[in-house]
């Protein structure tokens, strides 16, 4: 599956507080070659009000302006940057392209550099693309393609699909609690309410005093975990390299993005 190219964005901060990120960076150019802070608010698509505390925030963190504004005028007052606001610029810009080069010497085998990092009371993140979407007028039908031949189906609110802008060809990482799996024994395809029935091989078992948890391998090298009772564990008889079928319910798959 091809995944695009790593990415990160730098922010600014001094202290716990008045962190700046690259829209405001983005302001600040704008300004910069407009003259104008209106004229910059409406190139960027943001309110008078919205540009003009960023540029309070900006030169509130640093010990002298970055812009100078004044009033006047039916079109707005000028405003312009001073030598510390062009130098500030110059090494934003040149510490994003020194990251991007970072980036493309970590490869496609970084891609998961995010998931490691990432802190969720779900034992399964799965990253991948959103081959489709059944749109209806409450829920949404959503299918992610995990790897190749191996899809997971949530059914969200059609509120969240809007929230979260998942569209075809976009990312998403599936969030799926232990226990909201169910195990089958064996490969053959089960009669089923559950939207998602994916084939792997038990990789692990680890019996507790009341719960078992179990690895299940799956295609690519994906790993899911689930978790069930020790009688249920006995009496299915799972054992390192037995075949099993996961069974998970589409409205039990959270959807997330970055």
């Given at each position: 599956?091809s995944?695009?190219p790593?990415s990160s964005a730098?922010?600014?901060?001094?202290g716990?507080?008045?962190?700046?990120?690259?829209d405001?960076?983005?302001?600040?150019e704008?300004?910069?070659?407009?003259?104008?802070i209106?004229?910059?608010?409406?190139?960027?698509?943001?309110?008078?009000?919205?540009?003009?505390?960023?540029?309070?925030a900006l030169n509130n963190?640093?010990?002298e302006?970055?812009?100078?504004?004044?009033?006047?005028?039916?079109?707005?007052g000028a405003?312009?940057l001073?030598?510390r606001g062009r130098?500030?610029i110059?090494a934003?810009?040149?510490?994003?392209?020194?990251?991007?080069e970072?980036?493309a010497?970590?490869?496609?085998?970084?891609?998961?550099?995010?998931?490691?990092?990432?802190?969720?009371?779900?034992?399964?993140?799965?990253r991948?693309?959103?081959?489709?979407?059944?749109?209806g007028?409450v829920?949404?039908?959503?299918t992610?393609?995990?790897?190749?031949?191996?899809?997971?189906?949530?059914?969200?609110?059609?509120?969240?699909?809007e929230?979260?802008?998942?569209?075809?060809?976009?990312q998403?990482?599936?969030?799926?609690?232990?226990?909201?799996?169910?195990l089958?024994?064996?490969k053959?395809?089960?009669k089923?309410?559950?939207r998602?029935?994916?084939r792997g091989?038990?990789?692990?078992?680890?019996?507790?005093a009341?719960?078992?948890e179990?690895?299940?391998?799956?295609a690519?090298?994906?790993?899911?975990?689930?978790?069930?009772?020790?009688?249920?564990?006995q009496?299915?008889?799972?054992?390192?390299?037995d075949?099993v079928?996961a069974?998970?319910?589409?409205?039990?798959?959270i959807?997330?993005?970055e």
């Amino acid at each position: 599956m091809s995944l695009p190219p790593l990415s990160s964005a730098l922010t600014l901060g001094r202290g716990p507080t008045g962190r700046v990120g690259a829209d405001r960076i983005a302001l600040v150019e704008a300004i910069g070659e407009e003259g104008s802070i209106t004229k910059a608010s409406k190139r960027l698509g943001i309110s008078y009000r919205a540009a003009w505390d960023g540029v309070q925030a900006l030169n509130n963190l640093f010990d002298e302006p970055l812009v100078l504004a004044s009033t006047g005028g039916a079109g707005g007052g000028a405003a312009e940057l001073t030598a510390r606001g062009r130098k500030l610029i110059a090494a934003y810009r040149t510490m994003e392209a020194r990251l991007a080069e970072a980036w493309a010497l970590v490869g496609d085998g970084g891609s998961d550099i995010w998931s490691l990092g990432m802190k969720t009371s779900a034992r399964n993140a799965f990253r991948g693309v959103v081959e489709h979407i059944t749109d209806g007028a409450v829920n949404c039908e959503v299918t992610l393609k995990i790897a190749e031949g191996l899809n997971i189906t949530a059914i969200v609110t059609r509120t969240s699909v809007e929230d979260l802008g998942l569209a075809v060809g976009g990312q998403a990482i599936a969030l799926i609690k232990a226990n909201f799996i169910i195990l089958a024994a064996g490969k053959e395809s089960l009669k089923t309410s559950a939207r998602n029935q994916l084939r792997g091989k038990v990789a692990s078992r680890t019996d507790g005093a009341v719960n078992s948890e179990v690895a299940v391998s799956l295609a690519e090298g994906k790993t899911l975990i689930a978790t069930l009772t020790k009688e249920s564990a006995q009496d299915l008889d799972l054992k390192t390299g037995d075949p099993v079928i996961a069974l998970i319910k589409a409205p039990h798959v959270i959807l997330a993005v970055e």
